[in-house]
T-cell receptor, first 113, second 113 residues
Framework: EPEVTQTPSHQVTQMGQEVILRCVPISNHLYFYWYRQILGQKVEFLVSFYNNEISEKSEIFDDQFSVERPDGSNFTLKIRSTKLEDSAMYFC???????????FGSGTQLSVL | SQKIEQNSEALNIQEGKTATLTCNYTNYSPAYLQWYRQDPGRGPVFLLLIRENEKEKRKERLKVTFDTTLKQSLFHITASQPADSATYLCALDGSSNTGKLIFGQGTTLQVKP
């Protein structure tokens, strides 16, 4: 079965550093998302992306965050200057349309020290 | 603001029994509701979707009901097995055309042999 793949599985960085989280969505999907989950808390929406532009973003997704689809297969989340509170599991997801089910990757555990 | 509540943080049942999980929401009228399974350290996995005009949906041992008057969904697992032990997440559509989902905090199910 096709799956969403994310790399790396773990990322440790120093506060203030830039990180890029990478995702390869399912090939025929058109909608892409980033969610995050702080340990013990809810899965939270960050951003949705369609047709090479952001379709919606949450309050969490401030100017320090950006997304990009640099080619036909990758989808990235960049955090420009990481803060301690950015430590979380970041999930990439994709879907065929905006209504049906989302397929999630296994996540990247980001630890900001 | 929109709020989703899932019943109790943990549910312990005996193998073979039916597990019933509850999802309540307020200040919202979702077009559809989804249930996901999440295992520790993994991304959510889609289980079932039910639309606002549907009362009940079944898939193998799973059944979901959706009562838009009570603003509640019930998720049942019949003939439960230890392999069903996981956290189950309720999710509502957060907007009409971007695919954003709003997740509940989840209910952890433990099925004892």
């Amino acid at each position: 079965e096709p799956e969403v793949t994310q790399t790396p599985s773990h990322q440790v960085t120093q506060m203030g550093q830039e990180v890029i989280l990478r995702c390869v969505p399912i090939s025929n999907h058109l909608y892409f998302y980033w969610y995050r989950q702080i340990l013990g808390q809810k899965v939270e929406f960050l951003v949705s992306f369609y047709n090479n532009e952001i379709s919606e973003k949450s309050e969490i997704f401030d100017d320090q965050f950006s997304v990009e689809r640099p080619d036909g297969s990758n989808f990235t989340l960049k955090i420009r200057s990481t803060k301690l509170e950015d430590s979380a599991m970041y999930f990439c997801a994709s879907s065929e349309g905006f209504r049906p089910k989302l397929f999630f990757g296994s996540g990247t555990q980001l630890s900001v020290l | 603001s929109q709020k989703i509540e899932q019943n109790s943080e943990a549910l312990n049942i005996q193998e073979g029994k039916t597990a019933t999980l509850t999802c309540n929401y307020t200040n919202y009228s979702p077009a559809y509701l989804q249930w996901y399974r999440q295992d520790p350290g993994r991304g959510p996995v889609f289980l079932l979707l039910i639309r606002e005009n549907e009362k009940e949906k079944r898939k193998e041992r799973l059944k979901v009901t959706f009562d838009t008057t009570l603003k509640q969904s019930l998720f049942h697992i019949t003939a439960s097995q230890p392999a069903d032990s996981a956290t189950y997440l309720c999710a509502l559509d957060g907007s009409s055309n971007t695919g954003k989902l709003i997740f509940g905090q989840g209910t952890t199910l433990q099925v004892k042999p």
